[in-house]
Each structure stands twice: as structure tokens, then as C-alpha cells.
């Protein structure tokens, strides 16, 4: 019908051969797509003898990047080489070329989508990214366009699955947290060094990445509070099922008339809701809008050919609606849209899990409810059991586990502070969130 | 910036009023996306007098809709008036004089598309459907676009708030069938008339459709094998739940290199899987991509502003990308596409939950099981109580619950024929398909 879009790729790892073998083996169908074959004409590699189980056919690989971007059969760049450098380096000098880019590239976005998104308008070409927030799930084609009538409420997320692993093996094995990542690792589901991922930072960058397209703010990672799973007890999520719950690791965005309420932290959410049932390594995002409600859209968040997925669904959106697509990426990460309206932390709202080691003692749990109460935080439900052992000479600690009604994290950390001080706890306080609302739509 | 967007609207229903009034209270957002203001320009109703919460602002109503389509001032025109004509002529009529149309009339676009897109092509307008199936769910965008890079394998969906809203309460109150739609029709979730809900007509209209993107196929409703709730007893939704499974009506399509399955029918799902976890009258498509694996898309499937936002989300859609709705539309509903490859019945391959009732006598038990062997049926679980009343002179009747494995849908129409002359059952023998895959994604 016509000549042929050309692809380049910048690194042919997993992601990079996911990519290839979906152009291969779907050739005809995405030629019907776009009424045109698309062919891999570039590709670069860091070390050019490592074995890939999918290599570009017919494709003289390169360790130059820049062969790639100013091959002039190049239309699209496919960075698939992760990290900020030189990755971000080769995007902008992509588009100053004139090639639109696909990356799934989440902490580059987060961290330097001004920049990226300003050479993007410059140049007068797209930048899409619907790999970098929850692999194949098509979430940022959603929030672009298919709830375009909608101003976004909230967001609640399971953005990382490792994390997600990590946390179902423990609630269904009852396993400590570092025993399970030892399991995930030797499985292929964490990586050497999983700080990134289990200490939060993947999913606030997902989180940055989706504020931009459902409010038009553009926060960076450091502005987003997060918790990670990496110090949660195997005791917190037995407590959490006896009282109806699983624990996720969730980012949250929620809109209010004086700003945003962001963060990513283990959330106690209920047994039997939707994002509670989101097992393994799948990811899922629960979207409230002002017209269509609750909406739920989950899949596998990373991997191969998931991730891949995503890549080139945007390359046919690239090619099948070019101007929208330009227009989109225009639009995002402008440099004078001024400051994010962010909610401190102290002023989010939420209902809480609370787990103190007590001396077991007449009078503990009346006064932590009067500190409590004193901070106008009233208690929903209470769990205590009996001691394990019998009193001897030495204390002995109990568990006692309040669930807490709305209020502000500044209330509770000020209880929180205030019991520390004057109970003589076990050890830290631990305080969890609350999503009741995790449950919709179901 | 520049001049108004006119929007013509035929009927001012439940749905046409959720449409104005997303225009009327997101119109300062909705003119950032699309760079012009948008404005309801025409409407046409039906009954001039009628009490309306929402009516548009300063539009004179008409009650000849052809003076909404002559009106030059309209590019857009909503049809909401639901039926095959007029809605069909004033959609044809429509395309004819250069309008873009969004529409959210399934059985139409069902049994007509070919007229309908026919037009479209010809006059290189869009016709765009997203409300169609599945109400706020941006599940046509999806698989149009958000999965573009795969071939859909399957399709698992919960399509009728109806139908689920009256099975939940069946499950969760163990009532009868009747009594639950007499609430249902008192609490607005189900029409005086509930006949084209509840047999299964109104999914296979959403099936047609949503076979015609995924699959590239025009089916007509007539040719989706489907089966209703209305014939559902209370005792199949208790014998489910104690087998670990609750009750759903699904539509489900899957590809095989032979052909297309389709077919609308009560399933057995897992309980705490995706689909089983749809309650009321939400909805839920599970879409199973070559590249992404397991997606689900969850949310309201019907209603005055979920419906809404996905016709406002067209209409954004064709604002901001009208070359790609104008192409997408012209691939679709092909009249030379020749005929779809559809699998006959007999030939679909599902595992089964049969109910019989036999006499309580020796040897019952085992004749069954040996015909459903000959007719390669293996069983995977059996379920028989002791009976309830104890032996008299009358006959007394137990029921025997009988899981099996995968089997074709032939085997076991020829096994029941052949029960059914063999034994003396009480009533005709129950057979429900079971989805053991609904669980995913989880």
C-alpha cells in the first residue's frame, strides 16, 4: 500500500524483544491497523555477542545509539534501556530529529518530563508512555480519552508487582517479609536490589506519572509521601485478616477543592473488594470520576510481553491519530502550569490501623483511647488477646489493635507521640491505612 | 479561541439530560481539551411539556428531530432515543448531511451496523458507540486503541446491570427469581418489561458489538447462541455457593483458529475471582490479549452519567482525533467481509454443573455416571444430600449435583437425552456452564 514505518529500538533487553517479536509475529495484523507494514530498521545494543532469544531480523545491530536516531528510515524511537541517563540524552535528541518516541520509562518521566514534554512541543512530535504505569494496562489511553468528560476524583492504585508478590505470598503463607523476598528474587520477581521497588519509589513514579495526566500537575517524586513494604510486619497483616482485610501497597491521589491528597503506603483494604482480590504480580487502577463513578481497570503490570503490549499499542496510535497524539503530549508537563497544590500530609484524612505492644496492665487501653480521644480521633473497632504467656516476674506485652474512624494523619501523629511519651509500649507504634472505599466498584 | 462546537441532541431522556448536564458543568474542562467552547444547540423531544431536571440552557426544543439535523450550527449529533426506527433513518439522515454521530443504541448498531457504517464510510463521518456496551467503561476505546498491538483471544463479560443486580440479590438473599425482579422493577433497576434484559437479548446485542472490534466480524444477534436469567432456580444459585462458585450471566467470545464461540448463559465463575466479585448492577469486561495476557475493565454499565460520560468522552474523542474515529468507523461493520466463522454450538467446549433429580434407589448414581462416561464426559465433582423426607410409598426424589470436566457442549446434549429416556427423573435436568478462567485477572 505504502512505504514502510520504520521502527529504531534503544536496547533490546526483555522489553526491547517483547517489542520485536510482537512486530513479527502480528505483522499482518498491524499492517491492516495502520495500512502500512512496519519493519525494525535500528537497533542498539550495549554488548553486541549477548544471546537474545528474539532478535531483530534482518536488523544490523549497533552499540551506537546515535546510529539509530539519525538513521533516516527511523519514524519512531523505542527507548527501552531504562534509567535517566543516557536515556533521556538520546529522547531529546530524538525528537530534535524529528522522531516520535515510546518509552515505558516511568522515572525518567517523573523526574524530567518538563524537559522531555518542552522538546516534544519544540519538535512538534509525540512522547507516549502508556508501558510506564501499569504495563499492558491501557490506563493512560483511558484517562486521555475514554473518561475524557470526567473530572478525576481519585485514583487508588497497585502500581508495583513486586510488591504486590511480596504481599500476597506473605498474607497467603504467613511468611516474614524478608523470606518472601528471598522466594521473589529467586523467582525472577524482584530484582538483585529491590530497594526501588519495595521502598516504594517505582510506585510514586507511577503515581507522578498519572497525576500529570488525571489533574495536569506535575509533581516530582520527592513530593510524593511514601511507605514501602519493606519494613511491614507478618503480625500486621495476620491482625488485618482477622479483622476482614488485606493489606496492598497503594498510591493514592484524591482531588479536593484546596489541592491534592497524595501517597503511596500499605493500606489495609477489604477482604472481597476488587482491589483486594488483585493478586501476584497484576497490577490494577481504580478511578473515580465526576460522570462515570467508580471504574476499575487491572492486568499484568510489567513483564515481557505485557509491557511490550503497551509499546506498541502506542506506536499504532502514533500512526493511526498523529496530530491527537502530538496534541496530547503537548499538553503535558508544561513548564509555566506554576507550583502543584499539594495537601501536607498532616491535613490527609483517612481511617487508620494502630498496633501497640502494651504491658499487659489494668488501665492501658482506657488511657490510650482518652489520648486518642483528646485528638478527636474516635475509635471504630478494637482487638485485644489474651497474653501468650502467663505473667512472671517480667512484663509481658500484648497486642492491641484499634481501628480508627476519619481523621487527620496530623491528629494521629500527635497521639501517636503523645502515647509513646507516656505508655512504656514494646517498640514504635505502628500506624496502617485504611481504604474503605477499596471496595467499589463491587 | 475560536467558534462553538454545536451539539444536537435527539431525545431528552434520562440519558440525553446526563449529557447536557455534563456539557453544562464541565464546560470550562471540557473547552481546555478540545479547544473550542461546546454547545447544545438543537433538541429534539418528544413531549414539549415534560418535566426535565435537566434541560438545556437557552435551546429552543423541537419535537421534529429533523429540524435538530438541518441545523447548521450542529456537528455533532447525540442520538439518545434508544429502538431501531426512527433512530435508525435520523442516524442515516444524519451522516448524510455531514454530522458526526454518537450513539449509545446497542440493538441498532447490533442488527444494522452494516446500514449504519455503510453511510458513515460514504459520508467520512464518525459514528462513535463507547456508551453502547458496557456504559462508562471505556472498554471500545480499549480494544480499539489501549490493546491496538494484540489479537483479542478472548472475552469473558458481565453486560446486563439488570441481570447482575438481580443475581446478586438471589445469591446474597437465597430468593426466588420472580421475587427479586419485583424489587428490582420497584427500585428502578429493571424495566416494567424486563424481557429483552433478563433472556439475554440486550448482552448479545453488547456481544455483537463488541465482536465487531475485537474480532473484525458482523454477527447478528440471531446467531449468538444465548439463554437468559429467567429460568434460573434458587436451588442452582445455593448448589453453586456450596461448590465455591456463584452464578453470573456472562457473554463470552472466544477465538479459535476454527472459528468464533459465542454465547450468551449463566455461569459458574469462582467465587473471589475478578468476575465473581461484580456486584449490583455494575458491569465488567476480562479481555485475554496475545501480548498482555489477562486485562478486566470494571465499573457502572448503565445509568444517566455513566452513561453519559462515555458519549461526551466521544464526542471529545472526535474533536480532538477526527481522522482516527472517521477511519476506525470505516473499517467497521464491512458489508464484504464476507461471513463470520462462527463454531456451532455443539462444538463449544466448556465444563459443565448438572443438576438432576433422581429417584432415591440404588444404582442411580452409577447409570448416570456411566452414560456421561460414554459420551467422553469425565466428572470432577459430585454432590448428592440425603433426602430431606424419608422413604414412603411415594417416590422420593434427591438431587444429584454432577461438575465435569471440559467437554463439548454435543457430548453433553446427547448424555442428558439419553438420562432423560433412561431415568426417571423429576423435571428436566439443569445444565450451567462453568467458567473455572473467570478468575483471572487475581
Known amino acids: 500500500m505504502s512505504s514502510a514505518i520504520g521502527v529504531g529500538i534503544l536496547g533490546v533487553g526483555t522489553v526491547g524483544q517483547g517489542v520485536v517479536r510482537i512486530l513479527a509475529d502480528s505483522a499482518e495484523l498491524l499492517e491492516q491497523r495502520v ?25 544490523a545491530l549497533t552499540t551506537d545509539p546515535m546510529e539509530v536516531l539519525t538513521n533516516p528510515l527511523v519514524d519512531v524511537v523505542f527507548e527501552a534501556m531504562g534509567g535517566i541517563e543516557p536515556a533521556k540524552s538520546l529522547i531529546l535528541k530524538a525528537l530534535r530529529l524529528g522522531k516520535h ?24 512530535r509525540a512522547v507516549c508512555f502508556e508501558a510506564a504505569v501499569a504495563g499492558g494496562i ?35 503463607d504467613g511468611k516474614a517479609y524478608g523470606d518472601v523476598l528471598k522466594e521473589a528474587q529467586s523467582l525472577g520477581y524482584a530484582e538483585a536490589d529491590p530497594t526501588m521497588d519495595v521502598d ?43 479483622l476482614g482485610y488485606v493489606i496492598k ?21 477489604p477482604k472481597g473488594s476488587q482491589l483486594a482480590e488483585i493478586s501476584d504480580s497484576y497490577n490494577a487502577v481504580r478511578v ?29 496510535g502514533i500512526l493511526i491519530e498523529p496530530r491527537s497524539r502530538i496534541r496530547a503530549a503537548a499538553e503535558l508537563w508544561k513548564p509555566f502550569a506554576g507550583a502543584p497544590r499539594l495537601i ?49 516476674s517480667e512484663v509481658v506485652y500484648v497486642s492491641l489493635i484499634i481501628m480508627t474512624h476519619l481523621a487527620t494523619k496530623g491528629a494521629m501523629r500527635r497521639a501517636l507521640e503523645h502515647i509513646q511519651k507516656t505508655c512504656e509500649l514494646n517498640g514504635e507504634p505502628i500506624l496502617l491505612e485504611v481504604d474503605a472505599r477499596a471496595g467499589q466498584p463491587n
Not at 481519585?154 to 504486590?164: P, Q, V
Not at 517505582?202 to 511514601?226: P, Y
Not at 467508580?294 to 499504532?316: H, K, N, Q
Open 35 to 59: 495500512g502500512q507494514p512496519i519493519k525494525v530498521v535500528a537497533a542498539a545494543v550495549r554488548d553486541l555477542d549477548k544471546k537474545r532469544d528474539y532478535l531483530p531480523d534482518g536488523v
Open 101 to 124: 518516541v515510546v518509552t515505558a520509562n516511568k522515572a525518567l518521566l517523573a523526574d524530567h518530563g518538563t524537559e522531555i514534554f518542552e522538546a516534544a512541543r519544540l519538535a512538534e
Open 138 to 172: 491501557p490506563i493512560i489511553q483511558a484517562l486521555n480519552v475514554g473518561l475524557a468528560a470526567n473530572r478525576i476524583l481519585s485514583i487508588s492504585a497497585i502500581l508495583n508487582g513486586t510488591c504486590n508478590f511480596i504481599l500476597t505470598a506473605m498474607t497467603r
Open 200 to 242: 516504594g519509589t517505582d510506585t510514586a513514579h507511577k503515581l507522578a506519572v498519572l497525576v500529570q495526566i488525571a489533574f495536569g500537575q506535575t509533581v516530582s517524586t520527592e513530593q510524593v509521601s511514601r511507605r514501602g513494604i519493606d519494613r511491614l510486619e507478618a503480625a500486621d497483616i495476620r491482625f488485618a485478616g482477622e
Open 249 to 269: 501497597l497503594l498510591a493514592k491521589a484524591r482531588w479536593r477543592p484546596d489541592g491534592l491528597e497524595l501517597r503511596v503506603s500499605p493500606t489495609l483494604v
Open 288 to 316: 473515580e470520576g465526576s460522570a462515570v463513578g467508580d471504574t476499575l481497570f487491572a492486568g499484568r503490570g510489567a513483564g515481557m510481553m505485557p509491557t511490550a503490549s503497551a509499546m506498541v499499542s502506542d506506536l499504532i
Open 344 to 392: 501536607n500530609i498532616d491535613e490527609h484524612r483517612t481511617r487508620a490501623y494502630l498496633r501497640f505492644q502494651i504491658p499487659d496492665r489494668p488501665g492501658q487501653l482506657a488511657h490510650l483511647a482518652r489520648i486518642l480521644g483528646d485528638n478527636g480521633i474516635s475509635i471504630a473497632s478494637v482487638i485485644q488477646h489474651e497474653p501468650e504467656t502467663l505473667a512472671s
